[in-house]
């Protein structure tokens, strides 16, 4: 009985044994000697073990046997990219009876080809064309050098993508060899370019369902019938009528086989979007509390191109109607004239606002994300604010400038923004007051190494009145505190005060915002802040408040979540405050 018991537990522990060994995963391993660098990492690459060479945890004998032998001409191939023709080459095999099978490569790379003859030419109606020229003058191979194909093949690439951007599209070359000599180790090039004719833009044809006049669609266009044909104006051109919002579907084919006199037609295919939309929107800041906005557009206005639309917003503090009518520019689709009706109302523990405003402006586009405008507003405003009130008539004209650069709009790790404005009245234009304002802001964000960004942001507002700053409307005056503004503090609590401690307004307003910020994965983000600023009416006594502190970002397609804990500083009884916001900051 012992001795049965005995057999079985000795067929238990052989079996698991070989169990054991049998479950253990094969694998090849891959030891290159010889090598190091630039060549080591292509040769590792060039010889990544095929895919089926191990199945079921198995090596398959037949496909190691067949990888073993092609190894020497992976090798070799390799090797003459970096100008090594003759180098020496084995393989060995280790199939031990445990462990992963190992490929040992031993190469011995010899001595390189050298170059002893370099000869390009440029030949056709752009051999003359000085950023072609460049390229051949800065060519990377020289008498002496050693032979490097990757050298050579991507300046061909480069001018070939050269001339094609400057409208050689036919453009290659009839002659590109390299002659070398086996046994002298030497060789020669000999490259010739041939440019072709230069072609140009031709007629442009809208098809498809575009809805819009042809006039308005030109203005899209990032170039003219006649201009240098380029297919980077061509992207251009399709990115601005897909971010017009207006279309589901672009399209732009160049048809070259069609050209004429080297002029290239062009077929744009639109598939518009509904003109006529409603948008629904929701959303919470801490400065306006629970927000829903409504939004009716037509893009495409009786059938003319213009925009209407019409807007209500309505919060717990703020509630407000806006109509705007926009009427295109020939100029460009940047530029435009701008028609506004508003009502605003905005009612808040010290101050309320009520504001009735006619605005138009008229806008021109500057240059890249730069635009300039100047406008003319009409306003009538019944307002209080402490003890002060606010019963105005104004015909306030001004002045607009603001450019920005970022690498991203919903989620930038560099760049800047800026704007500048001035504006002011004359009771000469009818208005119940004189003064004149300067408004000026601007955001930096610079890119750490670490994922880290640092953000700098600031405002500056100064006026010039010769009155009391009694006689500017509360509209007008300047507040600080809030989300946006000096964190730790609340919205619009920050600045001069009456007799009884309410916030009134003040003439100035200086505020800045310091902020780094740490990515985390691809949507999330953890920041700290210092934040400091205030209204005043006096720059000899400013008074700044300070507020620093913590915070969260979660980006999404429609803009970042923002959740910030902040402090107050420098105050006897400091403070905390929760700011919560949602929206693209830039």
């Not at 000999?190 to 072709?196: A, D, E, R």
């Not at 902020?515 to 008074?543: K, P």
Request: glycine share 10%; proline share 4%; net charge negative.
């Amino acid at each position: 009985m012992k001795s049965r018991a005995l057999i079985i537990v000795l067929c238990i522990c052989i079996f698991a044994t070989l169990s054991y060994a049998a479950g253990e995963p094969a694998s090849v391993t891959v030891q290159i000697d010889g090598l190091s660098g630039e060549e080591l990492q292509n040769v590792k690459t060039a010889l990544k073990l095929p895919e089926g060479l191990i199945k079921d945890e198995k090596v398959d004998m037949t496909w190691l046997t067949r990888f073993e032998r092609q190894i020497p001409e992976k090798v070799r191939d390799v090797l003459k990219v970096f100008g090594y023709y003759k180098p020496d080459i084995s393989v060995a095999m280790e199939t031990p009876e445990k462990g992963p099978y190992e490929l040992h490569v031993n190469v011995t790379k010899g001595d390189p080809v050298n170059i002893d003859k370099v000869s390009i030419y440029i030949e056709g109606a752009g051999s003359h064309e000085s950023a072609l020229t460049e390229l051949v003058d800065r060519f990377p191979l020289h008498k002496g050098d050693v032979l490097r194909q990757d050298k050579y093949e991507e300046t061909k690439e480069s001018l070939r993508k050269k001339a094609i951007a400057l409208g050689y599209l036919d453009a290659d070359f009839s002659t590109h060899t390299i002659n070398i000599t086996m046994d002298t180790l030497s060789s020669e090039i000999n490259l010739v370019f041939q440019t072709g004719l230069q072609y140009r833009f031709g007629d442009v044809s809208f098809v498809g369902m575009p809805l819009y006049p042809v006039a308005f669609l030109e203005r899209y266009l990032d170039f003219k019938t006649g201009d240098v044909f380029s297919y980077e104006k061509i992207a251009n051109t399709q990115f601005n009528l897909i971010s017009a919002d207006r279309f589901k579907e672009v399209t732009i084919n160049p048809l070259k086989e069609e050209a004429k006199d080297s002029r290239v037609p062009i077929e744009i295919k639109l598939f518009s979007s509904p003109p006529k939309r409603f948008k629904l929107g929701l959303g919470y800041g801490t400065d306006t509390g629970v927000r829903g906005t409504l939004i009716y557009n037509d893009f495409n206005f009786a059938g003319s191109g213009h925009k209407f639309e019409t807007e209500i917003r309505l919060s717990e503090n703020l509630q407000g109607f806006a109509a705007r009518y926009i009427l295109p520019d020939k100029k460009d689709y940047k530029s435009f004239t701008l028609l506004t009706f508003g009502l605003q109302r905005e009612n808040l523990t010290d101050q309320a606002t009520n504001v009735i405003s006619l605005e138009g402006e008229h806008a021109r586009s500057l240059g890249h994300e730069q635009l300039g405008s100047f406008y003319l507003r009409m306003q009538k405003e019944n307002s209080w604010a402490g003890d002060q009130t606010t019963n105005a008539f104004i015909v306030l004209p001004g002045v607009r400038y603001s450019s920005r650069q970022y690498d991203n709009l919903m989620r930038p790790t560099k760049g800047y923004f800026y704007d500048l404005e001035l504006r002011g009245t004359n009771e000469v234009l009818g208005s119940s007051t004189n003064f004149a304002q300067y408004l000026t802001s601007g955001e930096m964000i610079i890119g750490l190494p670490g994922r880290f960004s640092f953000l700098v942001r600031g405002r500056l507002g100064t006026t010039f009145i010769s009155e009391s700053v009694e006689d500017l409307p509360i509209s007008l005056r300047f507040f600080a505190g809030g989300d946006r503004s000096v964190r730790g503090y609340a919205y619009k609590s920050l600045g001069p005060t009456d007799v009884y401690g309410d916030v009134i307004g003040g003439k100035h307003m200086l505020v800045g915002n310091f902020e780094l910020e740490r990515a985390i994965g691809s949507n999330w983000g953890v920041a700290a802040f210092y934040d400091t600023g205030n209204a005043f009416n006096n720059f000899s006594n400013m008074d700044l408040a300070q507020g620093a502190g913590v915070g969260v970002r979660y980006y999404t397609p429609i803009g970042s979540m923002n959740l910030d804990l902040a402090r107050q500083i420098g105050v006897s009884n400091p403070d905390f405050r929760i700011h919560f916001t949602i929206g693209i900051r830039i």
